[in-house]
């Protein structure tokens, strides 16, 4: 049975283009660009509830700062909905520069978040150089060298805190694609596992290349997903790599945490009412 709720809600799943005169905002500027250019086509966004309400906008895979791509997806949910031709329209009439709306459709309100479903990623490593700049040979020497190695440490940070991880098993495909003399720019294909918690990333890949002195940009061409009978087929010519399997095996043991609830602070406002929640508290719950 469906409730009438859900029936007066909308989840539309967005396809579009993050071009070079947006690839240095950070998703949190993305997200806030989205947002305002919803509202400012004036469709009804639905807003989560509670102390800082946020709107439904959910990002497939968020791109790092300096990156550009053409397949990215959203999804946004509105209530009530709005005919699928009209949101297009009033969408493309409010994006800024730089940001392109190829196509949209309607999904399920209950689907499973995008960013779970994602498996992995195919990218373009395009270096800006003049001809003889780069030396011949040296793109695909570099290829050659990575692929040698069963091993390519690198160092990320999550939470505060720093880690090595494997880098080199995420790496599914790595070529030299060529030079352009008429645009001045050598390509290198890439693709990558994009998995929770092990996702190859491609500035590394080109760190790791020894190519990141030069003038480049990074380009996602396509995202694949777990729910997408195509990409699952594709991708299936690959091994599933774990977190486990590019874990640092010398790293010390995280801190095991502690059973059981903390034990409550005593504050005034806690002892003038018992077993309520001050109004402190409760906002306090919105940002856990």
Known sequence: MTDDNTLSRQR?????????????ISHQDEFRLWERALRRADLPLLYKQGFNPQPFIQFAAPLGLGMTGRAELIDVTFSPPVPLDELARRIREK????????????VEVKTKAL??????ADYTIVLFAEPGEIPDGLIQTRIDEFWAKSEEWRQRER??????????PLIFELRYAGYDPASEEHRIFLRVQQRPGATGR??????????DDFARTLRRDRL?????????????AYPVISQADVADPDAPPKPKRRRGRKPKRVTAETTEAPGRKSFADKAADEFV
Do not use: C, S, W
Not at 95 to 106: I, Q
Not at 115 to 120: A, E, H, N, S, V
């Open 12 to 24: 539309v799943r967005l396809t579009y283009e993050k071009g070079e005169a947006i690839k240095f």
């Open 159 to 168: 939470g505060g805190q720093k880690y090595r991880y494997n880098l080199r």
């Open 202 to 211: 491609p500035d590394e890949v080109v760190d790791a290349l020894g190519l």
């Open 115 to 120: 960013q779970g479903l994602t498996i992995g």
């Open 95 to 106: 994006l800024p520069p730089g940001a392109f709306l190829h196509g949209l459709e309607e």
């Open 224 to 236: 694949y997903f777990e729910h997408r009978a195509e990409d699952v087929a594709l991708m299936a």
